[in-house]
């Protein structure tokens, strides 16, 4: 066997201030600058001696500097996004150009739905791997032919070439790769990611991998992550947010960007105990079906937010797309949360099948009824690769795929009889209006901001970008969706202010 290849493990700046592919499940690019970490790359570029994993857009890199660092290599993994998937194939052709012998790999939805597509695209893509990519890229960098390769798609003699699939990673193989966090140290610089609603600087990493739910909107479930929820042990998180602890002092918080945190009742309260001595608090995605023992628990261990998809307020909707969640489940679910004083990020979506003017109004009181410390309210985004698509697809409501603007930003492409785009775009904005301007939510930010100097500094910018953005959306109402409009449509994750961001809406 060879030795083995110098790999570049890369997460392309496909627009400006652009939050890519590989940490984040909805890519765009936001009106408020955030940015999650590229995990899935970590775990290859642990493994591989030599490596480099490259997260162009939080450390400002420009496709010029990358085609240049990538001389240095001899293999690079580059994970693209339907919406960067165009932008990443320049970026390949000049990498190509300046070192003709490069071998380059595609990982992402993008080409795990579009395999063949995505090869014929372009000649300067060597191969794609399919879903989960770790082994694949790493045996590659090993010197395995690629024809025994499981997951990899590749062009041979002019046809498509297709490998059988591998299996999806056990719990014993996940606490077998190396610790995300061990990779951003060497390679990444935290201060470089914020995300609006958590304390910055914040580190994330993943407890486990897959979601069980079926919401039809949800793209890394149906594609990357896949429905199978597989965990890492308890031991071996443990030793990673204790490592961590100790290994990035100037940390305010960790966040667990699992699909969905808290599937289990048994695993959450055996990791919270792990947790409690550390004394380190934490945020992590949830769904509404813990009880309050549970949260207690991890309130006990460290829990300060919780990032909730509840979606919407009317009961059928929550049916349309699989939620597996009703709106009676979310009330109790803050209730405790709010007992234990456990703060909830909210998540809802306008547009989603079955939506209305009558069932927007519903979503709207239930948001306030729920009265979360935060929320975001995006418009519902149907992704290639989710049921939601195919749905749309099939009877009509999908006005085009999921397109974006010049600079990457995404905007709204399903429709309804009696529901325009127009009027959803209007319906985001007064929801926000609706819920943060009541006096006791207003109240309650200016208390935050008043007791935590950098809270008030962050505050203030994003009162500035959502006060702009929502001049913008006034525009986009009165004068009707136009592409060079700078509306935010992927799914959520928001902040304190109201303005959208990302999330895998658990």
């Known amino acids: 066997m060879s030795s083995v290849m110098k790999a570049l493990l890369l997460n392309p700046p496909s627009f400006e201030h652009f939050d890519g592919g590989a940490g984040s499940r909805w890519p765009a690019t ?165 995300v609006p609603f958590l304390l910055h600087p914040f580190v994330s990493f993943y407890t486990a991998r897959g979601c069980p739910a079926l919401c039809t909107f949800c793209l890394w479930p149906q594609t990357l992550s896949g429905h199978a929820w597989r965990v890492r042990g308890v031991e071996s998180v443990a030793r990673e947010f204790k490592q961590a602890h100790k290994m990035f002092p100037q940390a305010k918080e960790f966040f667990f960007d699992d699909d969905t945190f808290n599937i289990r009742k048994d695993r959450v309260l055996a990791l919270c105990k792990e947790f409690k001595p550390v004394g380190f608090q934490w945020s992590c995605t949830a769904r509404v079906h813990s009880d309050y023992e549970t949260l207690k628990a991890m309130a006990d261990g460290g829990a300060r937010l919780l990032i909730v998809g509840f979606e919407s307020g009317d009961p059928q909707i929550l049916k349309n797309i699989k939620k597996g969640a009703t709106v009676e489940m979310g009330k109790t679910f803050v209730q405790n949360c709010k007992k234990v004083g456990i703060r909830v990020h909210g998540d809802f979506i306008i547009g989603l099948p079955g939506e209305t003017k009558k069932t927007i109004e519903k979503t709207i009181n239930y948001a306030k009824e729920l009265d979360c410390e ?15 698509y195919e749905q749309g697809t099939r009877e009509g409501f999908l006005k085009g795929e999921a397109v974006t603007d010049a600079g990457g930003h995404q905007l709204p492409h399903l429709e309804y ?90």
């Open 30 to 194: 936001r009106e408020i600058e955030s940015y999650w970490y590229p995990v899935w790359l970590a775990y290859p570029a642990g493994q591989l001696p030599g490596s480099r994993l490259l997260d162009g857009p939080p450390h400002g890199i420009t496709p010029a500097q990358v085609v240049e660092i990538a001389k240095d290599y001899e293999f690079v993994v580059l994970f693209t996004s339907t919406v960067g998937f165009h932008s990443d194939l320049r970026m390949a052709k000049a990498m190509k150009e300046k070192k003709p012998g490069i071998k380059i790999c595609f990982v992402g939805p993008q080409v795990q739905i579009k395999p063949a597509e995505s090869l014929l695209a372009s000649p300067d893509i060597d191969f794609v791997v399919r879903g989960e990519f770790d082994n694949a890229v790493v045996d590659y960098a090993n010197g395995k032919p690629i024809s025994g390769i499981a997951n990899v798609s590749y062009i041979k003699d002019g046809k498509v070439v297709h490998n059988p699939p591998r299996p999806l990673l056990q719990t014993e193989e996940l606490d077998a790769l190396p610790f995300a966090t061990d990779v951003y140290q060497r390679d990444l610089t935290i201060e470089k990611y914020n």
């Open 374 to 388: 935060t929320i975001q309210v995006s418009m519902a985004h149907a992704y290639p690769g989710t049921e939601l």
């Open 417 to 506: 009889p009696g529901l325009s785009r127009e009027y959803m775009v209007d319906s985001v904005n007064r929801f926000y209006d609706d819920y943060y301007f009541r006096p006791r939510v207003a109240w309650r930010i200016v208390r935050d901001a008043l007791w935590d100097a950098h809270e008030r500094k962050r505050l203030f910018h994003e009162a500035v970008d959502f006060m702009k953005l929502r001049a913008d959306r006034k525009r986009v109402a009165k004068k009707g969706v136009q592409k060079k409009v700078l509306v935010n449509v992927p799914e959520q994750r928001s902040s304190s202010v109201g303005v959208a961001s990302e999330s895998p809406s658990a």
